[in-house]
């Protein structure tokens, strides 16, 4: 019997301007209170939010866990980063926080987004010590082997490499535990690995609403360019393979570390969609 011939993944690489296609980084954007959104994304993070009215809710708890690791880093002595799937420049970037510690701490953005690109290179302008790479996370050896990556990070020294909620967009067609083993293995000894993912494991378990809503969540984002792919712990955890995890492990974004100034409402359904842990990695 001849088997039939699976089809051929969507193409990677960075993608150019499309207003009329839905952008997960621009609804991020919209949510966040950015103004670098089109319409296409404002109407579909609006149908996002009349599902699941606590979107708006959940990315800023991800983006005040973003804060957070990367002063865990610093406290660590890590002053250069590699922020995968960056998006949209917004209020409390990872340069801000960086540089506000570390004035010469460097800082390496990669988005495949053009909007996200376009807004981060302005922004970054007569920054010397801070860029934006255009091209796909998905696609590491174009983006660890980029000249301009290169000629800003030392990777002999520890990085604190972000992956804060961009692997929820990656299917497992394209293997993200093979995405981090590859990042992982470029990078030094010490460095820091900070994931973030939403999760429908912990919701279904407290809030049937919650997690009934949160499933229509993931398919309105159906109609976007990214769709949303729900993990559990367990493949959190396999995606640490060849690192220590550090204290709390993986936890719910709020309770990983908090500090008492979380950039969200803190309402109890966002708290149960988002989970997070750091590895440090080995010799």
Not at 19 to 35: F, K, T, V
Not at 128 to 135: P, V
Request: glycine fraction near 8%.
């Amino acid at each position: 019997m001849t088997r039939a011939t699976p089809p051929p993944l969507p193409p990677i690489g960075p993608r150019s301007y499309d207003s009329e296609m839905p952008n997960a980084s621009r609804m991020y954007d919209y949510y966040l209170g950015g103004a670098m959104n089109f319409t296409a994304d404002r109407e579909l993070a609006e149908r996002a939010k009349t599902v699941l009215p606590c979107t708006p809710s959940l990315a800023r708890l991800n983006r005040s866990w973003l804060r957070r690791v990367v002063n865990v880093c610093l406290d660590e002595g890590i002053d250069q980063f590699l922020d995968l799937g960056s998006g949209i420049p917004t209020v409390g970037n990872v340069h801000e926080i960086v540089q506000r510690r570390a004035p010469q701490g460097r800082v390496m953005y990669v988005d495949y987004d053009a909007t996200a690109v376009t807004h981060a290179r302005k922004l970054l302008k007569g920054n010397e010590n801070a860029g934006i790479l255009h091209a796909d996370i998905r696609d590491p050896d174009t983006v660890l082997e980029a000249p301009e990556v290169r000629a800003l990070l030392d990777f002999s020294r520890p990085i604190g490499l972000l992956m804060v909620g961009i692997l929820l967009y990656v299917g497992e067609e394209y293997s993200p535990a093979g995405l981090v083993a590859a990042y992982r293995d470029a990078c030094a000894p010490g460095s820091l690995l900070p994931i973030s993912v939403i999760t429908t494991q912990i919701v279904a378990e407290r809030d049937p609403v919650t997690h009934k809503q949160i499933l229509d969540l993931i398919a309105v984002y159906a109609d976007a360019s990214e769709q949303i792919r729900d993990w559990s712990k367990a493949d959190l955890a396999a995606w640490f393979t060849g690192m220590d995890l550090l204290e709390p492990g993986i936890t719910i974004l709020p309770e990983w570390r908090p500090d008492g100034s979380l950039e969200a409402d803190n309402d109890s359904e966002a708290r149960l969609l988002g989970i997070g842990g750091m590895g440090r990695v080995l010799s």
